[in-house]
């Protein structure tokens, strides 16, 4: 009897060790999931604080550029004039779009004709000045065929502006003449 019970007590023994065994690795394979998950939500966590960070500073200056005064770029029309006196008026395409809260975007597109690389981009650089408000959105230049030095410029700008249309341009993308 005493042997039945001693081989009754090893072979519980042996199957509470093996099944503690499985339990453990069965854990420690738990454990290295759920540990690359945690990893994971962590990692997404801190994106999601970066992304609300960039949210709010954008917020901020939303608002601060909606609390000042209604702003107009100036004219593209002048600056082209005031550089190219020969100019003609369909050098320069004009869109706006209305945006929300009072806002537009303004889409030019200077085409020049027979032109230096270096005058073109004086132009572009010049109508990106602080007092105009305008960005280039885009520069293509092409050089003439036979003509040394020149060629031909198109430069696309936009502005983001508030409170009314900048002198000289007409909204729905008519020309501006």
Known sequence: ?????????????????V????FAISTAVRLRTISARIERKRQETAAMRRLASRVEEWKAAVASAEAEAPWTGASLDALLREMFPAASSD?????VRKLPNGWSLHEAEASLRGVSF??????????????????????SYVAEYGAVGAGNAVIRFEALERGGTSPGSTAGGADVH
């Not at 099944?19 to 499985?22: M, N, R």
């Not at 050098?91 to 869109?95: F, K, T």
């Open 19 to 22: 099944f503690s065994l499985g």
């Open 118 to 139: 270096e005058v073109a981009t004086d132009f572009a650089r010049r109508a990106e000045a602080p007092e105009r408000g305008w960005r280039v959105a885009g520069l």
């Open 91 to 95: 050098s320069i395409r004009q869109n």
């Open 1 to 17: 009897m005493m042997n039945a019970r001693a081989m009754l007590a090893a072979v519980l023994s042996g199957l509470l060790f």
